[in-house]
């Protein structure tokens, strides 16, 4: 494997589970120094930073809950205090929400939003803060920030704002020499998938996700979390230093 990220730092937020922990993973592979930022789950943030360092990486893992910017600042100043430097931030942390609009709170909008588009903006704040020129930070958008479905308002709206953010952050991050892009993954087996998966076809299609994915994408499956990692890898590297404001699609190619 290439050592895109050698003397390089990485900070994942949401790097205990799932697409984050994969990316963690690819990142250090590459030669990167982890932070790893994860909300609750100490023992999970634990044993991916066991994984990276027992194969010669560097990693720690740091608790921070992306809905108190305070925190994600911390998460920030404890990377540069335990690597010297940031390079590279990746959000990755986020929950997931299905709701009918006439069940849904002003507490459900204010957390959703507030993890999955404001844990994101305010990352991105602190990170910069540290950031020289070259640096690259990779946010997490969804497909469904563009295709309707079923009882996911929210969501949506929550993953729609962070390719606008990536898209309007770009033209002041571009005057420190900084790229910011999203990747928007479709459905990928994790656990998160697990819990949810079976509430994106819509209730009169009468589909299991599975028989759903094999109308709905070109490659008729879930996607891996190594193979999203490798979307954040790309746009993390200096093979991207010529793409900001994107969001880049790993669907499986939805039709």
């Known amino acids: 494997m290439e050592r895109r990220f050698d003397n390089k730092v990485a900070v994942v937020t949401g790097g205990s589970r799932g697409i984050g922990a994969a990316v963690a993973e ?5 030669g990167a120094s982890v932070a790893i930022g994860y909300r609750a789950n100490q023992e999970a943030a634990d044993a991916v930073v066991a994984a990276l360092t ?12 992306v809905l108190h910017a305070s925190q994600t600042g911390r998460l920030m100043d404890a990377a540069v205090a335990e690597f010297g430097r940031l ?23 204010d957390r959703v939003l507030g993890i999955n588009a404001g844990g994101q903006l305010f990352a991105v704040q602190h990170a910069v803060r540290h950031m020289r020129p070259g640096g690259r930070i990779v946010l997490t958008s969804s497909v469904s920030a563009s295709r309707a479905i079923f009882h996911h308002t929210l969501y949506a709206a929550g993953k729609a704002a962070v390719e606008a953010m990536v898209l309007n952050l770009a033209a002041e991050l571009g005057l420190r020499g900084i790229t910011i892009n999203a990747v928007a993954p479709g459905g990928t087996a ?11 076809p819509h209730p009169e299609l009468n589909l299991s996700l599975d028989a759903w994915l094999r109308t709905h994408t070109s490659l008729r499956r879930l996607g891996e979390p190594k193979e999203i990692a490798a979307a954040y890898a790309f746009l993390a590297s200096d093979d991207a230093s010529y793409l900001t404001g994107r969001t880049l699609a790993a669907d499986g190619g939805y039709l």
């Open 26 to 30: 690819r990142l250090a592979a590459e």
């Open 190 to 200: 994790t656990d998160m998938a697990a819990e949810n998966g079976d509430n994106y």
């Open 87 to 109: 390079d590279v931030l990746v959000c990755c942390a986020g929950i997931e929400h299905f709701g009918p609009l006439g069940e849904l709170t002003r507490a459900d909008f």
């Open 54 to 65: 027992s194969g010669g990486g560097r990693a720690i893992a740091v608790q921070a809950d």
